[in-house]
């Protein structure tokens, strides 16, 4: 288990690189978003597995505060123990997350019918509706660059999108995973309120899973937002091995 979280954490360290820049506050890493998109956090620096102070945190969230993004800090109870006694003292909010690894080759259920679940390119005429459906899922829309900045990762090979389409071709679920060498994390699914309990969530975490093996991946891993959504995620073969803790300002 100590191995698999390591790759994890390695992997945790890597993937905002591609669109963040990175400042350093001793045992902190802030990731800084450069452009548009949604703004990353701040997280234990890599190798770090010791204690952090409350000086610490209070001086990542005050550059965050300065910086004009969220107060946010996202890391693995398990992984970094020291952290979170420190994040609470310093007042921010905590969330506690299932962190689901893939056991075998996962499962592929079939969809409902009348729904095709299938990946999108940079150039599908499904990509707009693909990317405002997790949004949606919350109440929320995207920002007007979104779709240019999903399209320019899915051309790099850094994002991957699936979607459960319905007969004229519009998203009603979808989500992503992102590949880092043998790793990847599937995120951001979400499905439009008007189609949930039809089982859309689990084909699109399916289809990126079989996109992920397909492409090489060798660990599949999420966050389920909590244990009932944990159970579902249960019945494609994700395995729960540790916490992903999430703490934000009230």
């Known amino acids: 288990m100590a191995v698999m979280l ?3 954490e390695t992997y945790y360290d890597a993937v905002p690189r ?9 045992p902190l890493s802030l990731f800084v978003r450069e452009g548009d998109g949604w703004p990353y956090y701040a997280r234990p620096a890599l190798g770090h597995t010791g204690d952090v102070s409350v000086a610490d945190v209070e001086r ?5 505060r300065e910086l004009g993004v969220p107060e946010a800090f996202e890391w693995v109870a398990e992984t970094t123990p020291g952290l979170r006694a420190a994040v609470e003292k310093s007042g921010l909010v905590m969330h506690e997350h299932p962190l689901m690894v893939l056991e075998g080759e996962g499962v592929l259920p079939a969809p409902p019918e009348g729904v095709t679940v299938r990946m999108v390119g940079a150039d599908d005429a499904a990509l707009p509706s693909a990317v405002a459906a997790p949004y949606a899922a919350f109440g929320a829309e995207p920002s007007p660059g979104a779709v240019a900045q999903v399209a320019a990762r899915l051309t790099a090979g850094r994002t991957r999108l699936a979607a459960a389409l319905d007969a004229s071709g519009t998203a009603l679920s979808a989500g992503q995973h992102q590949p ?3 790793v990847s994390e599937v995120v951001g699914v979400g499905t439009l309120p008007e189609a949930r ?6 084909a699109v975490t399916a289809a990126l899973v079989a996109d992920a093996r397909a492409g090489g991946v060798e660990t599949v891993f999420l966050s389920a937002s909590d244990e009932s959504v944990a159970r579902l995620y249960g019945r494609l073969g994700f395995r729960t091995v540790a916490t992903a803790l ?5």
Not at 18 to 26: C, K, M, N, Q, T
Not at 60 to 64: A, H, T
Request: glycine share 12%; proline share 0%.
């Open 6 to 8: 390591s790759r994890i």
């Open 60 to 64: 990542v969230r005050e550059r965050q």
């Open 18 to 26: 591609s669109a963040a820049r990175v400042e350093e506050f001793g």
């Open 180 to 182: 880092v060498g043998a």
């Open 246 to 250: 999430i703490a934000e300002a009230s």
């Open 197 to 202: 309990r039809r089982g859309l969530g689990l």
